[in-house]
């Protein structure tokens, strides 16, 4: 049974920053197993939307536009682990942060690797606070 585990979410001021973790469990650690790792966040009202995500079979990485240059995903394979760096943080960053895992390949696809629906595995959420 595949799992993931969120940690290292918090509360910072407006600047601030944090390092999200998320642990996969249940699954071979191998780069090969999961095509993409991603984070989304969803902001109470509006809609989950990707923040960044790793092709963990290629080793590149996506951003959303509102996070390119203050957010860096990283991912560790021995230890089936992504990260999520944040920094410079606004207090529009605010939402719980959910990491995502795909084995299927769609996530690979341009443009589609931020898309809710083509993920087949759910962490439980972190909650980033930003205050200003």
């Known amino acids: 049974q595949v799992q993931l585990v969120e940690s290292g979410g918090g509360s910072v001021q407006a600047g601030g920053s944090l390092r999200l973790s998320c642990a996969g469990a249940?699954?071979?650690?191998?780069?090969?197993?999961?095509?993409?790792m991603a984070w989304f966040r969803q902001a109470p009202g509006k809609e989950r939307e990707g923040v960044a995500t790793?092709?963990?079979?290629?080793?590149?990485?996506a951003y959303a536009d509102s996070v390119k240059g203050r957010f860096t995903i990283s991912q560790d394979n021995a230890k089936n682990t992504v990260y999520l760096q944040m920094n410079s943080l606004k207090p529009e960053d605010t939402a719980m942060y959910y990491c995502?895992?795909?084995?299927?390949?769609?996530?690979?696809?341009?443009?589609?690797?931020?898309?809710?629906?083509?993920?087949?595995?759910w962490g439980q959420g972190t909650q980033v606070t930003v205050s200003s």
């Open positions: 249940g699954y071979t650690a191998s780069p090969n197993y999961m095509a993409c």
């Open positions: 790793a092709y963990t079979r290629v080793g590149t990485t």
């Open positions: 995502a895992a795909s084995p299927g390949g769609t996530c690979l696809l341009r443009g589609r690797w931020s898309e809710p629906n083509i993920y087949n595995y």
